[in-house]
C-alpha cells in the first residue's frame, strides 16, 4: 500500500473509504447462494432516486466499503470491477479505476448497469447519470444505522434483501453483546487513536470516534475540536498527547505509516505514558479501521479485547 498521509486518510474517513469473528461478515466463498437472487428481492427496485428495472449484473464498486458490503450480501458474483483501493475480499475484481479521482470515460468502459461511489468527486454522478448508468452515491457514514442502512440499501438494488437483513442483523446482535459484556468502571478509559505518525486523530463526534465511546473510552482528542470546525479531525502536538496521558493508544496507520508499540515507545518524551508503560498500544488493521462496514464489528471487538485486559 502507498503511504498516505494523515490528512489523505483522514479524507478517506470522511468521504471515501471512514478501517474479528468470521460471524462478523459473509465473504464470497462464505456467503449461501452467492450472486443468487433472494427470495424476498423484487424488481422494478428502487433506493432513493434510483431505479432499477432489472437486477445489475454488471456493478462496478468504487468504494472500499460498498465492495466488503456487496460481497458480504452474496452479491460479489454480480461485482466485475471495484476500485484500485478496493481489497477485501480478496477475490474482488481489482481494475485501475479510482475512486478518488473517478473518470466517467473508463467507468462507462466496464458496461455496467450499477456504479457504487462515496463521494462525488469532480461532478462523476451527473457525468455517469448523463450516460444513463444508474449511480448510487454511499457517503461516509456518521452512524452505524448509517451503515445498516447502506447495506439495506444495496440489498434491495442487487436482489439480496434477505441476506442484507441477515448481515445487519448479525451485526447488530454482535454489537450488542460485545457491549454487555463490558466490565463497569467507575473511571473511563482514556485513548488516542492514531491516523498517521503526524498525530492527526478522529474526536468522538467521527464514526470511529463513535464506536469507542460504545465500549465507553473517553476521546482526549476532544477538546482539541470542540467546535468540529477541523471536520473531527485534529492534528495533535506530542505535548498535549503527554500531557493527556492515554491509558491506551490505538493505531490506525500501521500498513500505510509503518507504526507499531515499537515506534511508539520510541517516540521522545512518551516513555511515561501510560499506554506506553502499560504496554497498552494497539495495533489496528488501517483498512478495517477506516471503513464502515460489515468488519466494523471486527475493529470493536479488537477494543472490547484490549480495554477488557484492565482491571474494573
Not at 456467503?31 to 449484473?57: C, D, H, I, M, Y
Not at 464498486?61 to 471495484?82: C, D, H, N, R
Request: glycine share 6%; proline share 6%.
Amino acid at each position: 500500500m502507498l503511504r498516505r498521509t494523515p490528512r489523505i486518510f483522514a479524507a478517506t474517513l470522511a468521504v471515501a473509504a471512514l478501517a474479528l469473528g468470521a460471524c462478523a461478515e459473509k465473504s464470497s466463498d462464505d456467503t449461501p447462494a452467492a450472486g443468487a437472487s433472494s427470495a424476498g428481492a423484487a424488481f422494478p427496485a428502487t433506493v432513493g432516486s434510483v431505479t432499477l428495472e432489472k437486477r445489475p449484473e454488471k456493478i462496478v464498486s468504487l468504494s472500499p466499503t460498498a465492495t466488503e458490503m456487496l460481497f458480504a450480501i452474496g452479491a460479489g458474483k454480480q461485482v466485475t470491477a471495484v476500485d484500485d483501493q478496493s481489497n477485501f475480499p480478496a477475490d474482488a475484481p481489482k481494475s485501475d479505476l479510482s475512486g478518488y479521482q473517478p473518470n466517467a470515460e473508463a467507468i462507462a468502459g466496464k458496461s455496467p448497469d450499477l456504479v457504487v461511489l462515496a463521494n462525488d468527486t469532480n461532478k462523476i454522478v451527473e457525468q455517469l447519470t448523463a450516460l444513463k448508468i444508474p449511480v448510487l452515491l454511499n457517503p461516509a457514514a456518521t452512524t452505524l444505522e448509517d451503515t445498516y442502512r447502506q447495506i439495506t440499501d444495496l440489498g434491495t438494488l442487487t436482489g439480496h434483501p434477505t441476506e442484507a437483513a441477515d448481515v445487519t442483523k448479525r451485526m447488530k446482535d454482535d454489537i450488542a453483546k460485545l457491549v454487555a459484556d463490558l466490565p463497569k468502571r467507575a473511571e473511563k478509559l482514556t485513548y488516542f487513536h492514531e491516523l498517521g505518525p503526524e498525530l492527526y486523530t478522529a474526536t468522538s463526534k467521527t464514526f470511529i470516534g463513535s464506536l469507542y465511546s460504545m465500549v465507553g473510552l473517553e476521546n482526549i482528542a476532544d477538546a482539541s475540536d470542540p467546535d468540529g470546525k477541523q471536520g473531527g479531525y485534529p492534528q495533535l502536538s506530542q505535548e498535549v498527547i503527554v500531557k493527556a496521558d492515554p491509558d491506551f493508544v490505538f493505531l490506525a496507520d500501521t500498513k500505510c505509516c509503518q507504526q507499531s508499540a515499537e515506534t511508539v515507545k520510541a517516540r521522545g518524551g512518551w516513555a511515561g505514558v501510560t499506554a506506553v508503560k502499560n504496554n497498552q498500544i494497539v495495533a489496528l488493521d488501517d483498512d478495517v479501521a477506516s471503513r464502515w462496514g460489515p468488519r466494523v464489528v471486527d475493529l470493536l471487538r479488537v477494543i472490547v479485547d484490549a480495554t477488557a485486559k484492565v482491571p474494573a
